[in-house]
């Protein structure tokens, strides 16, 4: 069974940090590049930041400088860390392949305060 599992999320401050994981299982984990997605209140999900199998990165050009993604192969794991938060990075996030292939997660919300 597909599974997607989200955390880390939380209520911060302008400026400051946090560290997102996602947990996925019933794929060959290793295969497979994995996004996050940001939905903010109001907005359509959009791409955030995506890692390749073979450790590639690329990011949303709001994001780049601040946001990094990696992934541990052995934990089946993506994470996201986050630093130098803004109100605008609020939003809940997700994870899924690119294209959004798998059955989506309940998501881990993060909210920024100015």
């Known amino acids: 069974q597909v599974q997607l599992v989200e955390s880390g999320g939380g209520l911060v401050q302008a400026g400051g940090s946090l560290r997102l994981s996602c947990a996925v299982s019933g794929i060959i984990f290793k295969f497979n590049a994995i996004s996050w997605f940001r939905q903010a209140p109001g907005k359509q999900r959009g791409l955030v930041a995506t890692?390749?199998?073979?450790?590639?990165?690329d990011y949303a050009d709001s994001v780049k400088g601040r946001f990094t993604v990696s992934r541990d192969n052995a934990k089946n794991t993506v994470y996201l860390q986050m630093n130098s938060l803004k109100p605008e990075d609020t939003g809940v996030y997700h994870c899924?392949?690119?294209?959004?292939?798998?059955?989506w997660g309940q998501g881990t919300q993060v909210t920024v305060s100015s």
């Open positions: 890692i390749t199998s073979g450790g590639s990165t």
């Open positions: 899924n392949t690119p294209r959004g292939f798998l059955p």
